[in-house]
């Protein structure tokens, strides 16, 4: 099935899939609802660099990631894991 000359019909769907998949987040932080360890071995598993992980008070991990695309490759291997909305975080005191 063609539209007008010689161009492809475009399915929709496709095309959404495809946007949806190649668009990146715009944060690199994601807090997830698993432990640490689990996280470092997500991340290496999918070769994303971690610039920073905390272990979050209410349970659960974030971790800043070095890019906003490994940021969205962890997005997606965890899926429903990933927290939503704002998690109360540690207090950090730099020592003196």
Known sequence: MTTGADKPAL???AVEKQ???T???ISRAVNVSVEQPQVVAMCKKHGATISAIETLPSGGTRVVLMNSADAAKIIKAFG???MTGTVTRTHWMRAV
Request: glycine share 0%; aromatic share 0%; no cysteine.
């Open 11 to 13: 399915d929709k769907q």
């Open 19 to 21: 946007v949806a998949e």
């Open 80 to 82: 429903s894991k990933v």
């Open 23 to 25: 668009v990146v987040p």
